[in-house]
């Protein structure tokens, strides 16, 4: 463990980039040595007495660059930063480490939505850190535990895996509820009626493994229940939402035929 300062340069004043700010701030022995962004005045109201510098090649020395910027642009963006003998981190969770076109390079990326306004908790988020090289996983390592107490070494392919996972556990199920939504709107029925079911089958999900706590007319196998709703959706328009549900209502039979329960 290295007890000196971790010295940081951030780049980027996106979701990600401001959550980090106040991560790093709030962690013992960090010094956030520079902020840049494409549109510097982003970070205006937040850095304090943070330099905040124009071009990417201002930014002072430090132990670790950390670009938390749009996947796109790593690759090209890493290249203002080649031959700076810092190690230089994205936080994306899709994209392999060697996007980065510097000599040490590596990932940390925080397994977490982050929205602006919204408070997270740093403690308990997992941080995910990647580097080829031992000694630069190491100095990952040693920043990592000083923000989350949920720190794991999990290599590309693992993580682009996991990132896979990830959008089925948040983008999907967001998207699911939004297609609730607009069902109950065609119906004219209140959607937070639903809200109850969403509390419980997180709360059920969160203590129990996914298969165990499924009901509904596809478990069942209650075919004249999935025809009718298939029937509802396509006769209010919901062509798309027939679709979904046929595909996923056939997964479920599928997978509880293929395991005997
Ligand atoms: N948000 C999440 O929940 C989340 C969670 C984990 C990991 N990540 C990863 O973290 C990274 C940042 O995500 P984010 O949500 O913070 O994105 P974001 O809020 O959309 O911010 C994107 C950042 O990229 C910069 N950028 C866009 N185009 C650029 C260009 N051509 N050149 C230089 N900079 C450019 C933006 O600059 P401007 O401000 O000037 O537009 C901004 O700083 C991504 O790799 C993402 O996969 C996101």
Known sequence: MIRRDIRIGLFGAGNVGRHLLEALR???????????????GKWKAVAGDIPVVDTPEQMPAADIFILALKDDVLTDFSAHLKGRNVLTVHTSGAMHSDVLKVDRRGVFYPLQTLTSGSAVEWESIPLLVWAPDAHDLQLLQDLAVRISKNVHVIDDSQRAQLHVAAVFTANFTNAMMQMAKEISDKAHVPYNLLLPLVRRNFNNMLSHDPAEVLTGPARRGDRKTIEKHLQLLQENGLYDEAEIYRRVTEWIVKRYKKSGK
């Open 26 to 40: 709030q962690a013992p022995n960090v010094n956030i040595v520079g902020l840049w962004n494409r549109h510097p």
